[in-house]
Nanobody, 120 residues
Framework: QVQLVESGGGLVQPGGSLRLSCAASGFSIRSAAMSWYRQAPGKERELVAAITMIDGNANYADSVKDRFTISGDNAKNTVYLQMNSLKPEDTAVYYC?????????????WGQGTQVTVSS
């Protein structure tokens, strides 16, 4: 059974840092495109960062470039989002996403989300 479990959210002051973790089970993250999304109250869910573990290629939303870093540990089957220089506008529920391609179909999986609140 495929499962994604996020952790690491919390309350942090502006300018602070947090590291989110997404522990995957039921598949290898090397076989998937892994992403972090976020959704703020009253807003649509948006893509924050994505990585393909097989080649390490990563992409970021303009709003988080040079502040956030997505990475993964194949041995732990876990993807991370290091968030530095946090701003109040980064406040949102952060979701881990995996897209697996099996034969000719794409399968999309989501974690339950972890709350990040940036406030003084």
């Amino acid at each position: 059974q495929v499962q994604l479990v996020e952790s690491g959210g919390g309350l942090v002051q502006p300018g602070g840092s947090l590291r989110l973790s997404c522990a995957a089970s039921g598949f290898s993250i090397r076989s998937a495109a892994m992403s972090w999304y976020r959704q703020a109250p009253g807003k649509e869910r948006e893509l924050v960062a994505a990585i393909t573990m097989i080649d390490g290629n990563a992409n970021y939303a303009d709003s988080v470039k040079d502040r956030f870093t997505i990475s993964g540990d194949n041995a732990k089957n876990t993807v991370y989002l290091q968030m530095n220089s946090l701003k109040p506008e980064d406040t949102a529920v952060y979701y881990c996403n995996a897209v697996r391609r099996i034969l000719v179909s794409n399968y999309n999986y989501w974690g339950q989300g972890t709350q990040v609140t940036v406030s003084s």
